[in-house]
């Protein structure tokens, strides 16, 4: 990615199980109205960087929930919903075998799982799910395509992911970072702001 370029990252909004503390990963759980009223506040923040943002490249992941959040923003900037590409590599974090399952109800399902993944966070992965460094890769790859100013909207996992490599973070503290669904995250010249 050249330096020059702006990237303007939105998590998808709210979802009942995002509500619950339900691990989603790569199942496709659509937006609550909480979720598609942080959207629509979202692309409210956007307006700011209007005319510019105009010509951006606009992308979102394959899941329904990026997706929506997608079209919800680029309607408050007053484009044509549709208008925007899906890449299969900004989907979420797969979390295998926990996908489903409520994060208080692990010491009871997976204690093993959850024992492991408090050793290495970073590298720990579900039973037929990913890792942070898996993630990790498939971002850094995606990185190497952009061409100009993208507007991105995906996942918690992605967000973190693509922090650690454009502001050259500690990859170790990926799973820490925050991942707000109601602001959006600006990254250009190595450096970042919330909006």
């Known amino acids: 990615m050249r330096p020059a370029l702006k990237l303007f990252f939105v998590r998808h909004g709210e979802t009942d199980w995002n509500a619950e503390r ?13 979720g598609r009223a942080q959207s629509r506040r979202n692309g409210e ?18 899941l329904g929930r990026a997706r929506e959040t997608m079209e919800i923003l680029r309607a ?48 720990w992965r579900p039973v037929g799910g990913e890792s942070y460094a898996d993630l990790l890769r498939r971002i850094i790859d995606w990185t190497e395509t952009l061409e100009r100013d993208t507007v991105i909207a995906s996942h918690g996992g992605v967000s973190r992911c693509l922090r650690a490599h454009l502001l050259n973070l500690d990859p170790e ?19 970042m702001s919330w909006v």
Do not use: C, M
């Not at 503290?173 to 602001?183: F, N, W």
């Open 173 to 191: 503290t990926i799973p820490a970072l925050e991942s707000p669904q109601d602001k959006v995250l600006v990254i250009s010249n190595g450096e």
């Open 22 to 34: 339900r691990y989603q990963g790569q199942t496709d759980i659509p937006l609550n109205d909480r």
């Open 45 to 62: 923040a956007l307006r700011a960087f209007l005319p510019t943002i105009e010509s951006a490249d606009f992308v979102a992941s394959p």
């Open 76 to 123: 408050s900037l007053g484009l044509d919903p549709a208008a925007y590409r899906i890449d299969r590599r900004l989907i979420e974090l797969s979390y295998g075998s926990w996908e489903g399952q409520l994060q208080t109800h692990l010491p009871q399902t997976d204690p093993y799982g959850l024992a492991d993944r408090e050793l290495d966070p970073f590298r």
